[in-house]
């Protein structure tokens, strides 16, 4: 066996992605975590922002149908940064989910004052706007601990294998949380999981996109990757990819290792 193949088998192994995959089966099972969890922890319920994604969607309805089963209370979020291009998937994911209470929280104000008041050298516009994208995500992450803070609540994670593969979240951002429901997920079974919930179809089926940058608004995933989901989630299930795929992967994987690690120090 190549090295290649052993350095897959681990990532696979890592992320926890299975070799067998049923979507009710899952969605049961996750469903039955998020209860369980949240009975143990004493806490009032969950917190998530649902920003029209395919991802929030399901965890919003996974974590939804897990407060309705423990009798507790999921509160989802809105959390633009001013007007949000496509604030009706939004709303037609809010509608799905049926979350018992939504908070909005316009990130735009903070943001933009804290990244004015950071300004301590001269960036590019391009690292500027990669800069004020990151922000964006930790202030999105600040406004559901906060809310989760005065309710007594635990904030749901959306990351996923393919994803946590790339290293593709914010550190401290969307990759801070208590619980993360959709963990060992390859993107097309977070999807598959969708269709079994009952998602309408344009949220399953929508481009992925962090939408974080101004100077290229709704990039998709993909384009940021170099890759597509496809080949992330082949090469996930152990499956034969390309050997640029699998050195885009594997650099991707290797490079962030630290988001995916607990803070080093001298031991």
């Known amino acids: 066996m190549d090295r290649g193949a052993d350095t897959q088998g681990d990532i696979r ?14 969605a049961e099972r996750r469903i039955g975590f998020l209860a369980d969890y949240l009975d143990g922890s004493g806490a009032s319920g969950y917190v998530l922002g649902i920003s029209g994604g395919v991802d929030s969607t399901v965890a919003g309805r996974l974590a939804s149908l897990a407060c309705e089963r423990s009798g507790t209370t999921f509160t989802a ?22 979350p018992s209470a939504t908070v ?3 990130i735009k104000p903070a943001v933009d004052a804290l990244h004015g008041a950071t300004e301590i050298n001269e960036l590019s516009p391009e690292r500027a706007d990669f800069v004020k ?18 309710l007594g609540s635990l904030v749901i994670g959306t990351d996923q294998a393919a994803e946590a593969v790339m290293g593709f979240f914010t550190k401290y951002g969307d990759g801070a949380c208590d619980v993360a429901p959709l963990l060992g997920l390859t993107k097309e079974r977070v999807r598959e999981i969708g269709r079994h919930l009952g998602t309408p179809s344009h949220l399953v089926e929508k481009v992925p996109t962090a939408d974080l940058e101004e100077l290229r608004p709704a990039l998709p995933d993909e384009e940021a990757y170099g890759v597509t989901y496809r080949e992330i ?3 996930l299930l152990g499956e034969d990819v390309s050997a640029r795929a699998r050195e885009v992967i594997e650099t991707a994987y290797r490079l962030t290792a630290h988001k995916r690690s607990l803070p080093p120090g001298p031991v």
């Open 13 to 26: 192994a890592e992320l926890g992605v299975a070799d067998t995959f049923d979507a009710a089966q899952e």
């Open 233 to 235: 989630d082949a090469y």
């Open 77 to 98: 979020m809105r959390l633009p940064y001013g007007r949000q291009a496509d604030d009706s998937d939004a709303a037609d994911a809010l509608a799905f989910v049926e």
């Open 133 to 150: 994208g990151n922000l964006k995500a930790r202030q999105r992450m600040v406004a559901q601990y906060t809310v989760a803070g005065r």
């Open 104 to 106: 909005t929280v316009d």
